[in-house]
C-alpha cells in the first residue's frame, strides 16, 4: 500500500445507545466536523491548483530557454523551487487521500504529481509519514524525531561524546535551517536509493523510470542552455531553495513540542492535537506551507481537503478549549525561534525541557 489511507488512523464516530459506551471525545469532534461537510471531496480545487502551478512551472521553463545564458536564470531557477515544493505539497495530500474518493486514484495521483513534477519518491516517504502521524514525537514511533545529524530527544544528547561533536550539539539549533538547504538533495537521493535497493515496492520500474527522468532531463535542459558556472549556480539555488520551503513547512509543526517517552499511551485526539502547533496566517501562509500550517486539524483529520482545513480550525479550536485539550498556535517566525531554542536547550544538556502534558497531569 503505498497511500497513506492508514495513516493516523481515526476511530469511526459512534453514537451511544442502549448499552453502547458514550463516544469518545474524538467521535464527538468527528461527528461535528462531519455535519459541516468539511471531509466532502473538493477534486475541482485540486485540478485548479494543479493546472496553475503547472502553467507556472512551464512559464518558467520557457523564460528560462528565451533568457539563455544569464544569470537572470537564477531567479528562474527560484522559481522553479517554489513550484516544486508546491507540487510536494499536492503529493502529500493526494497520498493522504484528500483528493479522490477512489484510493487507487490517490496513490496515482501521488505518483505522478511527486514523482514526475517534483522527482520524489512517495513509496519511502510514505513509510516513514505513516510512522509520524501514528505516533507523533513519541520516542519509539516517530522518524522524523530519531537522532541523526541533529539530536531531537534530549535523552540522546549524552551519546555524543566526541568534542567536535559536542561542540556542534551544543550550538545545533543555529545549524538546523542551513542544514535545510540540502533537504532537497536528501529527498532526491533517499528516495531513488529506496527504489533501487527495496524490490517489494509495487510498480518499482515505472516509479524509478519516473523519476529518473525528471531529474535526468531537469540536469540536461540546465547543462544544456548555461555553462558548467551558471548550471551549477542554478541547481544549487533550486535544490537549495526547494530544501528549505519544504523543510520549512514541517518543521515548525512538531520541533519543539512535548516529547512523548516510549510506551506510553494517550487517546487519539490528545496525541495529536497535544504534540502539533499550528502557525498564523492568511492565505499566503496556506500557500507557502501547502495547508500544513493547520497541523492539528490536518493531524486530527488527515483525508480531509486541504481547503476544508481554514474552516475546520475554529471548530476544533473551541472544542479543544471546552475540553480543556490544549491547542498550541503561533506565528511562524515565532515557530522557528522555538524549533532554534529547543535544539540548542537539548544540545546544552537539559534533561526535560518539555514534558509531555499527560505526563505533567499524572506527576501532579
Known amino acids: 500500500m503505498t ?3 492508514n495513516a493516523a488512523p481515526a476511530p469511526a464516530p459512534t453514537r451511544a445507545g442502549a448499552g453502547a459506551r458514550p463516544p ?3 467521535a464527538q469532534l468527528a461527528e461535528e466536523v462531519q455535519a459541516a461537510g468539511l471531509m466532502r471531496r473538493r477534486v475541482g480545487w485540486y485540478v485548479t491548483t494543479t493546472a496553475v502551478v503547472l502553467a507556472v512551472t512551464v512559464g518558467a521553463w520557457v523564460a528560462f530557454v528565451v533568457l539563455g545564458d544569464s544569470w537572470w536564470t ?3 531557477a527560484a522559481v522553479l523551487a517554489v513550484t516544486s515544493a508546491q507540487f510536494g505539497f499536492l503529493g502529500h495530500d493526494a497520498a493522504h487521500r484528500q483528493v479522490f474518493a477512489s484510493g487507487t486514484a490517490n496513490a496515482w495521483a501521488a505518483r505522478v504529481v511527486a514523482g514526475a513534477c517534483a522527482g520524489l519518491s512517495m513509496g519511502w516517504w510514505t513509510s516513514k509519514h505513516n510512522r509520524h502521524h501514528s505516533g507523533p514525537n513519541q520516542v519509539d514511533r516517530d522518524p522524523d524525531i530519531a537522532t541523526g545529524v541533529l539530536v531531537f530527544d534530549p535523552a540522546d544528547a549524552p551519546n555524543r561524546t566526541h568534542p567536535a561533536a559536542r561542540w556542534f550539539l551544543d550550538r545545533q539549533g543555529w545549524a538546523f535551517f542551513p542544514l535545510l538547504l540540502l533537504e532537497g538533495v536528501q529527498l532526491h537521493v533517499a528516495g531513488v536509493r529506496d527504489l533501487l535497493t527495496r524490490r517489494d515496492v509495487p510498480h518499482r ?5 519516473i523519476i529518473v527522468a525528471r531529474l535526468v532531463g531537469f540536469l540536461v535542459a540546465v547543462a544544456v542552455v548555461l555553462p558548467p558556472g551558471k548550471a551549477a549556480a542554478f541547481v544549487a539555488v533550486q535544490l537549495g531553495l526547494f530544501g528549505l520551503l ?3 513547512a514541517f518543521a515548525p509543526n512538531h520541533k519543539g513540542m512535548p516529547i512523548v517517552p516510549a510506551g506510553t499511551r494517550i487517546d487519539f485526539l ?5 504534540m502539533s502547533r499550528n502557525i498564523d496566517g492568511g492565505r499566503v501562509t ?3 506551507m501547502g495547508g500544513l ?4 486539524e490536518h493531524h486530527l483529520f488527515p483525508s480531509m481537503p486541504r481547503p476544508a482545513l481554514r474552516q475546520a480550525q475554529p471548530i476544533v479550536r473551541r472544542f479543544c478549549d471546552e475540553h480543556g485539550v490544549r491547542y498550541t498556535q503561533t506565528s511562524l517566525v515565532g515557530s522557528y525561534g522555538i524549533v532554534v531554542r529547543y535544539l540548542n536547550r537539548v544540545g546544552l544538556g537539559e534533561r526535560d525541557p518539555f514534558t509531555c502534558p499527560l505526563v505533567q497531569q499524572r506527576r501532579a
Open 286 to 288: 496556506d500557500v507557502a
Open 293 to 296: 500550517n493547520y497541523q492539528i
Open 205 to 209: 520500474r515505472l516509479k524509478l523510470g
Open 74 to 76: 537564477l531567479a528562474v
Open 246 to 248: 519544504m523543510g520549512g
Open 3 to 5: 497511500a497513506l489511507e
Open 24 to 26: 469518545t471525545l474524538y
Open 270 to 274: 490528545s496525541r495529536q492535537v497535544l
